[in-house]
């Protein structure tokens, strides 16, 4: 037997062995078979057979450990369901330069500026379920006015089958959607006024689609913006922003 393997003994001969010191050795674990004939014995076979035993149930443990943390995530995605996240609610403005910034076709025609105050193209999509209506805002909040910043359009109680306003339809009603209703600005007008900050500046327009819980909300041509903003109140379902600028020349 090498000298680094432990020689195990059957349990009736460790009587017979002399005294003598003893060092550690590394266990070697061989059946009883292959022990020397003085060391076979029913003690042997019996602990040889308890140690394969063990090996190979945690052998067997692992196995199956490994084998179910490999599998099971595969199975898991196999069954789930696909799950349809909703698609968020956008506003776009189509008469604009590749730098959001207004053409001159949409600026004002009046207080120094020079535009063709052509109401925008504005489209949107993705409404939210449980739309009844929708309103359309075009806001300037860099107007120097001290924070109420400046309507520059409000239409109302727009059809929720509505997905865009078509360009120039501020002030038509067969080009406004049908049902739809035009209220004041800031300009004193139930129409359309396009930007005009003062000269040397660049205003942001802020074009806001809003979803609302109810059809209609109770306001005429002649409502101003901030009885429209009430009117809405508590009724917003969704809204959708988009950010348009204009800087006006100093000369």
């Known amino acids: 037997m090498p000298s680094s393997c432990l020689r195990l003994l059957p349990t009736h001969q460790h009587s017979e062995l002399p005294d003598r010191p003893t060092r550690a050795r590394r266990p070697c ?16 076979d019996l602990l040889a ?20 943390n490999s599998i099971f995530p595969a199975v898991l995605l196999a069954v789930m369901p696909a799950v349809a996240f909703p698609q968020s609610f956008t506003v776009k403005v189509d008469d604009i330069d590749r730098d959001r910034n207004f053409l001159n076709a949409q600026v004002y025609n009046g207080l120094g500026c020079h535009g063709e105050n052509i109401s925008p193209r504005i489209s949107w999509s993705h409404v939210p379920p449980g739309t009844k209506s929708i309103v359309l805002t075009v806001h300037d909040p860099d107007a120097p006015t001290g924070g109420l910043g400046w309507t520059h359009w409000n239409v109302v109680n727009i059809s929720p ?6 360009r120039g339809a501020s002030g038509h009603a067969t080009l406004l959607p049908v049902g739809a209703l035009e209220t004041l600005t800031d300009f004193g007008d139930s129409t359309y006024g396009g930007p005009c900050p003062p000269p040397g500046e660049t205003h942001r327009y802020v074009v806001t689609v809003s979803a609302l819980s109810v059809a209609s909300i109770g306001v005429k041509p002649a409502s ?28």
């Open 29 to 44: 674990i061989r059946s009883a078979s292959a022990l020397a004939p003085d060391a076979a014995g029913p003690g042997t």
């Open 49 to 68: 057979l308890n140690v394969m035993l063990t090996f190979s149930k945690e052998h067997i443990v692992r196995s199956e450990r490994l084998l179910r």
């Open 161 to 166: 089958s509505v997905t865009s306003i078509q």
């Open 224 to 251: 101003s913006p901030a009885l429209v903003a009430y009117q809405m109140h508590g009724n917003i379902i969704a809204q959708a922003r988009y950010v348009a600028r204009y800087h006006r020349t100093s000369h």
